[in-house]
């Protein structure tokens, strides 16, 4: 079952309210942030709780999902076996979130993953007020945190946000087709009214950022857009508790 904290009934609308920031110059497309990676925990939220939910949407960070069932176990014990872990990362009925664990731990000892899976992907928005963030997994669960500081989580359930949720993670896969490789860490979340999409991969991060116009214009950007603004319009209506988008 979904559960909410403290949804707003009126969220910012996170992509139309950026169009508010545009000018009339033609926007730069859309490409991954440049810079060196943080060197410390990404905190983009004054409250540490928001930070911690921010975080784990992204599934880079293995110590963040230790816990004592015997998926994790297998996972983060010691005695971890690259044949169990890879085991956990092809079950396609596994959680997706533990899935990019399981990639990112055979990543990281060296053995061969696939490429380009697509299991998930964030949309951060950077509006005057804060950061809006948008996340869908491939098992259908999704997550929102509104720069207020409320949040909104479904596991799953009600079927038609799963269902949205399947076809922004689906959409986001012509971002992960490109030829460039992904990443393995993440920049700061972005600012000045950009948007940035990050598809969570077998192999790594495919991330493109720009201004609004641009990523609602960029081709392979634009299904992602498309899709995410659906996914909002439904959680928005959940959050109502009317039924309309």
């Not at 928001?50 to 004592?68: H, I, M, R, T």
């Not at 259908?140 to 500081?149: K, L, M, V």
């Amino acid at each position: 079952m979904p559960y909410h904290v403290g949804f707003t009934t009126k969220p910012t609308p996170m992509f139309k309210k950026l169009l508010a920031l545009l000018g009339k110059k033609a926007p730069p497309p859309a490409a991954a942030p440049q810079g060196e990676p943080p060197s410390g925990p990404i905190a983009p939220y004054a409250r540490e709780d928001l930070n911690l939910v921010y975080n784990l949407l992204f599934c880079d960070d293995a110590s963040l999902f230790k816990s004592g069932d015997d998926v994790t176990r297998a996972l983060f014990s010691e005695e971890a076996e690259p044949k169990i872990v890879r085991a956990i990362a092809d079950d396609a009925d596994e959680e997706s979130r533990v899935r990019v664990l399981a990639y990112n731990w055979l990543h990281d000892k060296l053995q061969p993953v696939p490429p380009k899976e697509t299991l998930g992907v964030v949309v951060e928005v950077a509006l005057e007020e804060g950061l809006d963030v948008l996340a869908a997994y491939a098992d259908g669960t999704a997550r929102y945190i509104n720069h207020t500081g409320k949040v909104s989580v479904y596991e799953s359930h009600p079927p038609e946000i799963a269902a949205q949720a399947r076809e922004l993670v689906k959409a986001a896969k012509g971002m992960v087709k490109t030829p460039v490789a992904g990443i393995r860490q993440r920049h700061l979340p972005p600012a000045g009214g950009q948007v940035r999409a990050t598809a969570l991969a077998s192999d790594g991060l495919y991330v493109n950022q720009g201004p609004f116009a641009a990523m609602a214009s960029a081709p392979h950007t634009v299904p992602v857009m498309q899709a995410a603004q659906k996914l909002l319009d439904l959680i928005v209506a959940q959050g109502r508790g009317d039924g309309r988008p």
